[in-house]
């Protein structure tokens, strides 16, 4: 299912899921008061935090500080990626 998060991982110390993303998806994190880590395992996405965008191409990685509560995942060509925080 794309666009749709797996979870792949989840201990008592975090969690991973897994995104196969197609298209735009808006992701809200405000009740995680954690740190969150994208990973791209294939293809390339943008990631828009509102002030500025950044592209995220395969084998590459992004740290979103905890206090952003809200960003949006783009991808014209199609992305697979990893999703960790603390849980």
Do not use: H, M, W
Not at 27 to 34: C, K, M, P, T, V
Not at 42 to 58: C, K
């Amino acid at each position: 299912v794309f666009n749709k998060l797996t979870e792949a991982v989840s201990c008592e110390y975090f969690k991973t899921n897994f995104l196969p993303l197609t298209s735009t998806l808006e992701r809200s994190y405000g009740a995680l008061d954690s740190f969150k880590i994208l990973i791209c395992v294939e293809g390339n996405f943008t990631i828009d935090i509102g002030l500025s965008q950044l592209e995220i191409n395969v084998g590459e990685c992004t740290l979103i500080p905890a206090s952003i509560d809200r960003v949006t995942l783009k991808t014209e060509s199609g992305a697979k990626i990893l999703e960790t925080y603390i849980d």
